[in-house]
């Protein structure tokens, strides 16, 4: 998957999560703390969203196994997402009070120069 469509991908996410009050807060605070794949800047929404899908996709050992570009065919890709995107709206943006102050710190990390490709979490 090319960069451009892995772009889009989480914008395509971002868009199914719209509805969802707390996630407009979270962009918010995206928006204070930009940072950036590589050397393409993301869009809060993009930012967010690549946050927690690399978070929340964790196996024993604490690394993401949310495949970014380069790492996986655009299917697995895909379905990764999709699934995040699933667990995540029925388990959290619907059920959950978000600690703003919490993922503010994690934005504010990934802005000073911590690797997009593999947030704190």
């Known amino acids: 998957m090319s960069e451009d469509d892995f772009l889009v991908a989480l914008s395509a996410v971002d868009a199914g999560f719209a509805d969802h009050p707390g996630w407009q807060q979270v962009k918010q605070l995206a928006a204070l ?3 950036t794949l590589g050397s393409r800047s993301l869009t809060p929404g993009q930012q967010a969203v690549l946050a927690f899908w690399r978070i929340f996709s964790r196996d ?4 993401s196994t949310a495949p970014m ?3 996986g065919t655009a299917e697995q890709i895909q379905q990764s997402l999709s699934d995040f995107q699933e667990d995540f709206e029925t388990a959290v943006l ?3 009070d978000f600690d ?8 504010a990390s990934l802005s000073s120069g911590a690797s ?3 947030p704190p979490g």
């Open 116 to 118: 997009a490709a593999d």
């Open 94 to 96: 619907t059920n959950t």
């Open 60 to 63: 024993d050992q604490g690394r």
């Open 69 to 71: 570009p380069g790492e």
């Open 100 to 107: 703003l102050s919490s993922i503010e710190q994690v934005f």
């Open 33 to 35: 703390h930009p940072w």
